[in-house]
């Protein structure tokens, strides 16, 4: 079983920073690419950005672009979300999760961590 914990929500001012971090657990862990999506109120999870375990390429939501990047440290099992230029609508729940191969969905999830940009 593969467990995924995110780290590192809370509540900024517009335009500032945070860093999540999600870190994979679990004997059989190995990951094809992990990903970092958003939930809002009232509103469907939605892309935010993801990185390929081996090879490191990135992809991001336009609407994050310039503003995120995702990294990752593979002998930590670890995958981060530096957030900058924050903006009242970055406000949602953030989950990690990890595809183990090309194709599939996103079997792991983990909790989530609660950003909050404040006006």
């Known amino acids: 079983q593969i467990q995924l914990v995110e780290s590192g929500g809370g509540l900024v001012q517009a335009g500032g920073s945070l860093r999540l971090s999600c870190t994979a657990s679990?004997?059989?862990?190995?990951?094809?690419?992990m990903g970092w999506f958003r939930q809002a109120p009232g509103k469907e999870r939605e892309f935010v950005a993801a990185?390929?375990?081996?090879?490191?390429?990135?992809y991001y939501a336009d609407s994050v672009k310039g503003r995120f990047t995702i990294s990752k440290d593979n002998a930590k099992n670890t995958v981060y979300l530096q957030m900058n230029s924050l903006k009242p609508e970055d406000t949602a729940v953030y989950y990690c999760?990890?595809?183990?191969?090309?194709?599939?969905?996103?079997?792991?999830w983990g909790q989530g961590t609660q950003v909050t940009v404040s006006s």
């Open positions: 999760a990890t595809q183990s191969d090309p194709g599939v969905s996103y079997a792991y």
């Open positions: 679990g004997r059989t862990f190995r990951s094809y690419r």
């Open positions: 990185v390929k375990w081996i090879g490191g390429s990135t």
